[in-house]
């Protein structure tokens, strides 16, 4: 399609306005950018991760004890032992909160909840102990934490 008008005339900008749409065009590109980088820089941790940060914490509690159907067991073993239950949990283990629920809160052969007796001798149920490392972790990797 043509025009036929003939006094049609492209658009003009006033002096100076040229310089103003390409500084307000860089100044939008720059703000995506740094939108794009922040995202790319902290992105949502995946419920693997999640679950990989609760079976360290129970690794990392030094000489709390984790107690599992009427035994003290040390730290290193009791992640093995998680690490073995989320294995062989498959499928049904899909979020943190799984995890919790159906691997690291008692024993799936006698139904006694585990417990960690911390170094001062308190005795905390791991579910407690994990629910709150969750928390923890879920608002130290919240977007803009």
Same mark, same amino acid.
């Given at each position: 399609?043509?025009?036929?008008?003939?006094?049609?005339?492209?658009?003009?900008?006033?002096?100076?306005?040229?310089?103003?749409?390409? #500084?307000?065009?860089?100044?939008?590109?720059?703000?995506?950018?740094?939108?794009?980088?922040?995202?790319?820089?902290?992105?949502?941790?995946?419920? #693997?991760?999640?679950?990989?940060?609760?079976?360290?914490?129970?690794?990392?509690?030094?000489?709390?004890?984790?107690?599992?159907?009427?035994?003290?067991?040390?730290?290193?073993?009791?992640?093995?032992?998680?690490?073995?239950?989320?294995?062989?949990?498959?499928?049904?283990?899909?979020?943190?909160?799984?995890?919790?629920?159906?691997?690291?809160?008692?024993?799936?052969?006698?139904?006694?909840?585990?417990?960690?007796?911390?170094?001062? !001798?308190?005795?905390?149920?791991?579910?407690?102990?994990?629910? !709150?490392?969750?928390?923890?972790?879920?608002?130290?990797?919240?977007?803009?934490?």
């Amino acid at each position: 399609m043509t025009c036929s008008n003939s006094s049609f005339r492209p658009l003009r900008l006033a002096a100076g306005a040229s310089a103003w749409v390409r #500084a307000l065009g860089l100044l939008f590109a720059s703000v995506c950018l740094v939108i794009t980088l922040a995202q790319a820089q902290s992105p949502a941790p995946t419920q #693997a991760q999640r679950i990989d940060y609760l079976i360290a914490a129970i690794e990392s509690m030094g000489t709390a004890q984790f107690i599992r159907n009427g035994s003290a067991y040390d730290a290193k073993a009791a992640a093995d032992h998680l690490r073995l239950k989320r294995r062989m949990a498959g499928s049904s283990c899909q979020s943190a909160e799984d995890f919790i629920r159906y691997c690291a809160s008692q024993s799936s052969t006698s139904g006694k909840p585990y417990e960690i007796r911390l170094p001062d !001798g308190t005795v905390v149920s791991a579910a407690a102990f994990l629910q !709150g490392k969750l928390a923890e972790f879920d608002r130290t990797h919240a977007p803009g934490g």
